[in-house]
């Protein structure tokens, strides 16, 4: 079955640099959300798109801003980076409403991992 | 303010030798109960929803149930692969809401 992607996996960068990770979602999902999760920590929720509308908002800096696309994917594209931004970056996405009985359940992917030096 | 909370924090067992994880959880109308195992360094998989008092869902060596105040991950003769962090976390009633995670409980499962 197919599952979210995430690109890049990995990512390196300097302070105040900018980085942009994309996320295409199982096909059929239209609700797309991206967690942060800090070494030993539990997913902190940023950010959540619904049929290319901002839904909710977590605790994102507004350093990061994101969108979701016409084909569904979406991009956190994130500024001025800081040392305390490396950390495991996953997307998520969920079915449309009316299609599974289980809309609620998100799917994660891979991942992508940043490192900022 | 929505809260899960873990326990343990660390889980040693035996090869054989069956447990459960617990998750309690406080929510403003709960719209889904979520395990989820997730290896270092990798995603989130998902294991199982819950939704309702009483509800029970199994797959392989795991057995999920839900009260209303919390969850059960009970796992069976385990084996050395179910070493893993099992994440529990909460859905609030409006459609398309993020999770709330619990810290997870680590599981070590020694051969």
């Known amino acids: ?117 | 303010e929505d809260q899960v909370t873990q326990s343990p924090e660390a889980l040693r067992l035996q090869e054989g030798e069956s447990s459960s994880l617990n998750c309690s959880y406080t929510v403003s109308g709960l719209r889904g109960l979520f395990w989820y195992r997730q290896d270092p360094g990798k995603g989130p998989e998902f294991l199982f929803t819950l939704y309702s008092a009483g509800e029970e869902k199994e797959k392989e060596r795991l057995k999920a149930t839900l009260t209303k105040k919390e969850s059960f991950l009970h796992i069976t003769a385990p084996k050395p692969e179910d070493s893993a962090t099992y994440l529990c976390a909460v859905g609030r009633p409006s459609g398309n809401t993020p999770l709330v995670f619990g810290k997870g409980t680590r599981l070590s499962v020694i051969a």
């Not at chain 1, 449309?96 to 009985?101: F, L, P």
């Open chain 1, 1 to 117: 079955a197919a599952g979210v992607i995430q690109s890049p996996r990995h990512l390196i960068k300097e302070k105040r640099e900018t980085a942009t990770l994309k996320c295409y979602p199982i096909p059929r999902h239209d609700t797309v959300y991206w967690y942060q999760q800090g070494p030993g920590q539990d997913p902190q929720f940023l950010i959540s798109f619904y049929e290319k509308m901002q839904s909710d908002k977590g605790s994102i800096p507004d350093r990061f801003s994101a969108q979701q696309f016409s084909d569904y994917h979406s991009e956190l594209n994130m500024s001025s980076l800081e040392l305390g931004d490396s950390a495991l970056y996953f997307c998520a996405s969920s079915p449309q409403t009316g299609t599974s009985g289980e809309e609620e359940t998100q799917y994660f992917g891979p991942g992508t991992r940043l490192l900022v030096l």
